[in-house]
């Protein structure tokens, strides 16, 4: 098994992949990688949020550099892209193709519904080649390029696990795991082969210092699926994506929403560096995890987004912000942001609440 990303692999220079990254910007990124004392916490986040894109918007400017703007003037670090951030207007509007195909977290297939057991054993993923993800990974390098210079775009694919059940929804993927375990192993095979593919085109045209990845498999207080079976599937597909960017010096950060406490030292064992994003309403405890994994493991997010950030006053919002980093934003080691993003039902005085308060007193030493 390759051996996990640590400090020693974390380069002294921001390596130029997608576009020059501030140096300060960079050396506070670096600094809580290795669970160090930059200038302040780097803050990471994801804005899906009309009256804050409304608030930054200049006339002229497109969609996408509005949120360039947005993240520039935030202060965010890190993000793995941006939503769309619709008004108003957009009520009630589906996306009848149900693509994959979202800012921030991309699968090479199109969601197709298997409803029933016949079409569970025939289905038939398209299989990516070398040429799809390298295409992928010049995507990425542009990306990060728009966000240059204060904001670096973290790339990322899901490791297969997630992607199979998006096709058929939870319940009937339940009932699969009893009645078509086979037929559910062959996808679980080809969707690992396609993610394995995208991590190592990321790591052989280095895509950056820093890789995202993601399987939702828990909710409010305890694991989606029994543990035995996460590690019969979830575990080996995620080892396999963490493999080749292990070896090249990567920091994987993975993300499931709700409660992963349980099953943690596997994923550390399979190769992550990093957790997002440590859900409170979901029962983790970002102090807990601090004091439990010390420097082994980066904790990204926790500040609450269903509940504090959207319907707090701005005094709950810097408060659950200072809560955060007292907890564990001592030594480094934290990306501080949202247990998720920032949705749109988010008032716009709490966003610039949040991200002040972020930039306020996530200042080492800390204040808080």
């Known amino acids: 098994m390759a051996a996990r990303a640590t400090s020693g ?18 050396a506070r990124i670096r600094a809580a990688i290795r669970h160090e004392e930059g200038d302040r916490v780097p803050i990471w986040d ?35 892209g941006y939503g769309s951030s619709f008004g108003d207007e957009d009520e009630g509007r589906t996306n009848d193709e149900h693509t994959t195909k979202v800012s921030g977290k991309t699968s090479w297939s199109l969601r197709k519904a298997i ?11 398209h299989l990516v080649t070398e040429e799809d993800c390298e295409n992928w990974v010049k995507g990425t390098l542009a990306t990060q390029a728009r966000l240059a210079p204060y904001s670096y775009g973290v790339p990322g694919c899901g490791c297969g696990f997630h992607e199979v ?28 082969h396609n993610s394995t593919m995208i991590a190592r085109a990321a790591a052989k045209l280095k895509a950056g210092p ?37 070896d090249a010096g990567l920091t994987v950060i993975f993300h499931s929403d709700g409660d992963v406490t349980t099953i943690v030292d596997d994923m550390l064992d399979a190769g992550i560096s990093g957790l997002n994003p440590i859900e409170p309403q979901a029962g983790m405890d970002i102090g807990a995890m ?14 609450d987004c269903s509940q504090v950030l959207p319907l707090g006053s701005v005094e709950d919002v810097i408060e659950a ?28 005085r709490n966003v610039l609440a949040f ?14």
């Open 210 to 246: 820093i890789f995202f990845t993601w399987a939702d498999i828990a909710y409010k207080g305890r694991l989606l699926y029994s543990l035995q079976f996460l590690r019969e599937t979830f575990i080996p597909m995620l080892r396999a994506v963490c493999e080749p960017l292990n």
């Open 290 to 303: 601090k004091r439990r994994y010390g420097d082994r493991l980066i904790l990204v997010g926790n500040v």
């Open 9 to 26: 692999h974390i380069r002294d220079e921001w390596p130029t992949y997608g576009g020059d990254l501030d140096p300060a910007t960079w």
């Open 165 to 192: 059940y998006d096709l058929m929804g939870q319940q009937f993927f339940s009932y699969a795991i009893y009645d078509a375990r086979k037929d559910l192993d062959r996808l679980f095979e080809f969707y690992r």
């Open 321 to 348: 912000t200072k809560a955060c980093l007292r907890a564990a934003g001592h030594g480094g080691g934290l990306f501080i942001g949202s247990s998720s993003e920032i949705v749109p039902a988010t008032p716009l």
């Open 115 to 125: 409803t029933s057991y016949e079409e569970l054993a025939r289905y038939e993923p």
């Open 46 to 80: 994801y804005i899906d949020n009309r009256p804050v894109v409304d608030h930054f918007r200049r006339s002229g400017e497109t969609y996408g550099e509005t949120m360039v703007r947005v993240y520039h003037s935030l202060g965010i670090d890190l993000c793995r």
């Open 355 to 368: 991200f002040e308060a972020c930039r306020t007193y996530g200042r080492y030493p800390l204040q808080v």
